[in-house]
């Protein structure tokens, strides 16, 4: 986790960093003059629900308009991400969501994109960052992922896991390769239909965000096996990492930003980048990132396309390695 001083110096360097502001014409005082419309790539009770909502609702707090969260889930987050590009770039319509899968993966994920993940898009900030956890039901006989892969290997293609999100996906398709594993994939819209199948013995384990897993840990419903880090996540710091479970191949961490579609004017471009890194450092924010296993991230528009460039060419890397046959 990083210290509130190391925040706070992030923050005052993204603000350095920012390009000055040039209204050009855009009457800079009129903005903004309605609601915002956060957009979600999941359906509504997820755990992105929540972290789109949380956002959500500090924008509201901080611009004094009201923000609507519109769930448009599907495809991977292809839906939710080609309506933003394809939206009218007034700085109303905004994307709140998890770059490195949304955007990072999808160029390797996807045969053909309906748009282009870096320049569709203006690229406002990050958010925060965080790890997927390996989860069995609470009920589960296993209690460390050793106990897990000598049962999946025995198994065959007789098991099967559920696939809830790109990384989920991805880092379960890795551990599978790791291992030589046969175990099947199941497809789910939503975390609940997986989840109950989890519970219900249909599936033996998934990879899930700890927002999602939040809740079910606290109760026992869920029983974290591992991260998807090769080192301890301090938010999460009783959950063994990838690295110490002999998952060699699995070092992915989700990376939250927001984005709108090209063309919203610099001004409102960097209104946006300054409201969304107050509420990153916000001690509620930090406290309420560090109960669901997460970190603070604030930054701007060059440090998404970094994170975007880097990712992107390590996720060609992770499809490769887990033989993902491309999405249509």
């Not at 014409?25 to 009129?30: I, R, W």
């Given at each position: ?10 923050a ?28 979600c ?101 296993f209690?460390?992922v ?24 991805v880092?379960?398709e ?30 033996v ?8 897993a ?13 991260t ?38 610099a001004p ?37 396309r ?23």
């Amino acid at each position: 986790m990083l210290s509130r001083r190391q925040l706070l110096q992030s923050a005052a360097a993204a603000s350095v960093a920012a390009p000055a502001i040039s209204t050009g014409g855009f009457a800079q005082d009129a903005w903004p003059a309605r609601e915002f419309h956060a957009i979600c790539g999941f359906p509504p009770g997820t755990g992105a629900d929540i972290f789109v909502r949380f956002y959500g609702k500090k924008l509201q707090d901080i611009s004094g308009k009201t923000v609507i969260v519109e769930n448009k889930p599907g495809g991977f987050g292809a839906i939710s991400t080609e309506y933003i590009a394809r939206s009218k770039p007034d700085g109303y319509t905004i994307g709140i969501l998890p770059g490195s899968s949304f955007l990072a993966a999808a160029a390797s994920l996807f045969k053909k994109l309906p748009y282009d993940p870096v320049n569709d898009f203006e690229h406002v900030t990050t958010l925060s960052r965080l790890p997927f956890i390996l989860c069995v039901s609470g009920d589960s006989p296993f209690k460390t992922v050793a106990e897990l892969t000598a049962y999946l290997k025995e198994k065959g293609d007789k098991a099967s896991y559920g696939s809830l999100a790109n990384i989920g996906l991805v880092a379960s398709e890795l551990y599978k390769a790791q291992f030589g594993l046969q175990t099947v994939e199941v497809k789910y819209k939503d975390a609940g239909s997986g989840l109950n199948d989890l519970w219900g013995g249909n599936i033996v384990f998934t990879h899930i965000d700890p927002a999602g897993a939040g809740a079910h840990l606290k109760t026992g419903k869920l029983r974290p096996l591992a991260t998807t880090t090769q080192q301890r996540v301090k938010a999460l710091a009783d959950i063994p990492s990838a690295g110490e479970s002999g998952i060699a191949n699995t070092d992915l961490t989700a990376w939250w930003s927001v984005h709108t579609p090209k063309g919203v004017p610099a001004p409102v471009l960097a209104k946006l980048e300054e409201w969304f890194n107050k509420i990153a450092i916000d001690d509620e924010t930090i406290k309420w990132l560090a109960l669901n296993g997460t970190d603070p991230l604030p930054g701007n528009a060059a440090l998404v396309r970094e994170l975007l460039d880097k990712d992107i060419k390590a996720w060609a890397e992770y499809v490769r390695l887990a033989k993902i046959e491309q999405l249509g």
